[in-house]
């Protein structure tokens, strides 16, 4: 997927997202990210490409956590179901829906008969209700005020109680994080979203109308905010 035209040309042009800020990918595409994406040749890869990084990181994201704890799970932005599927086999008495863009959904295999696919865009559609809402590096994709709109978007659909997870690169505070940092610089120039602490996460979570939230640990690169619907 690096290897693109399209992500390497940004990658070229990052002098204009150092200066304004911006992403560097609008430049060589000017629909930006999204609509680069929206082709039919980078669905594919960014879909295949997305299922094999978090193939790395799901064991260690589902022993980390218990997820036994609730019936109904809903993972927003889940791709092809690749964490949602182990999440349920982890939780055999769960039930899962995928909501994802129409395009990953009408191409999508189901083979998990306790997994609903869901078509629409959090951004406009309303999100399922469940007692657990799972966001997998969904989050930085986007600048603070799309993040904002996407966890407010979860809160509505969300009653009070419910628990939601983000799981991403989260940044250390108090030591080097080479491999963040990197991450930090790509989101940047190719969607114009960022990597962010542990307490940049909170006070989004808390804008949006959530309780404070607990950092988990895993064993992998991944790590986990957690938070409640207030």
Known sequence: ?????????????????IE????????????????YRGTTRMTRIFGQAMTARAAADIGALVAGFDFTRFAAIADIGGGRGHLLRAVLDAAPDARGVLFELPDVIGALDVEHERL?????????????????????????DWPD?????????????????ATVLVIETILHDDRPDPRGRMLDVIMLAISGGRERTARELDELFQSAGFGKTTLIETTGALRTVETTAV
Do not use: K
Not at 9 to 15: G, Q, Y
Not at 20 to 33: I, K, L, Q
């Open 116 to 140: 609903t696919p869901q078509a629409g865009d959090f951004f406009v559609d309303p999100l399922p209700a469940a007692d657990l809402y799972v966001l997998m590096e969904i989050i930085h």
């Open 20 to 35: 304004t800020g911006a992403p560097s990918v609008e430049t060589v595409n000017p629909g930006g990210f999204w609509a």
């Open 1 to 17: 997927m690096m290897g693109l035209r399209g992500f390497v040309e940004a990658f070229m042009h990052l002098e204009h997202s």
């Open 145 to 161: 005020a799309e993040c904002l709109s996407i966890l407010s978007a979860v809160r509505r659909a969300a009653a009070p109680g």
